[in-house]
């Protein structure tokens, strides 16, 4: 698993926010784009990419993308 | 003895809740972004003094109306609410009286919500099939506005109130109701509640509101709904739903013509369709006018694809409910 294809997976999920700004560091709460429906969307792709069930608790407990990468790859 | 559907109707409440005026309330919000995701463009919210019952009572007219129903020959009434006008009495007796039903009419509530008008077909089969009744009366109410904080713009983007309205008889109607599958995982009670208001939690007057990570409002008397979760849910148990009711309809995939689920979202349905890998024209999706209805949302799918002739020539349907509980069922209709 890859933190570069994640980085371009959780990229594509966001419509309005330059790919740029997607970074292991960034912390995802703060982007502008950042919303429940995004949250979702986070799940979904770690199901359909990584065949992997995060939770709402997992996503509350990180902050940076790479938190999440990191529960991703744990439970992959 | 089959079970069949005979007529549809539903009743939407007259205040819109459109995009533009949530935009208003929350200027903050991209509503036009989220309504492209999750499909829901207005939904209408029931009046101050407008109650489940009475929206019962609006799609049951409509439907004795539209399908020139004898409302005298029903003789068993299923209500299905989560927001009934009290705890006590039953409310179906009072709609059995505001219809103008025969008192020899059976008549009952149920509270269940999304696996609600599934359920409530398997009722009204088994009544049938018992030859305890022979025209069953199936209505489905929610107010769920009523319970939603005001300043809680997720929940108020998602669902609408609707009430609708179905006619169930042992005589030949537009499709008969086939076999069933249900499930129940109450470890998901607290994902989708409203606490407060029952016996255990009764509603505290100086409830302090509490603001989530998304920047939703909402208090212990308000509904509460963990979307993660919820999501989670589904993604995990309604492909097994779908599997184990193609194996008891003794049907393979590709026989079914059309799949109708459950309307929670557009976002959240498209995930179900396509982990489930059914083609989108097999898949139908109604809700942009009314938003996620509750137990609604079923009947009027089936009314809307009834009535832009999306049934014609097709032979298997699939029904599937899931949701607060958890709870979930599903069923197969043949259109003879």
Redesign the interface.
Known sequence: MEINTFLKNFADIL??TDAALIQQETVF?DLDEW???I???L??MA??EYSV????DD??SSNSLNDIFEIIKNKA | MKANIQAISYYLPEEILSNDLINQEFPE??IE??SS??GINSRHISAKDEFSSDMAVKAAEKLFKEHNIDRSKIDFLLFCTQSPDYFLPTTACIIQEKLGLETTTGALDYNLGCSGFVYGLSLAKGLIAGEMAKNILLITSETYSKFIHPKDK?NKTIFGDAAAATLISAEKGFCSIGNFVFGTDGKGAENLIVKQGGMRFPVLEDNEDIKD??G?VRNDKNLFM????I??FT??FVPILIKGMLEKANLDQDQIDLFVFHQANK??LN?LR??IKIPEEKFYISMENCGNTVSSTIPIALYEALKEGKLENLQHLILAGFGVGYSWAACNLTIE
């Open positions: 419509e309005d709460r919303d429940s429906l949250a979702l969307s799940i979904a199901d359909e069930k995060l939770t709402g996503i509350k | 919000w991209d972004k989220i995701k999750t997720s990570e998304f939703n963990n979307g993660s979760e999501f989670n993604g995990e976002y959240m995930y396509k982990k």
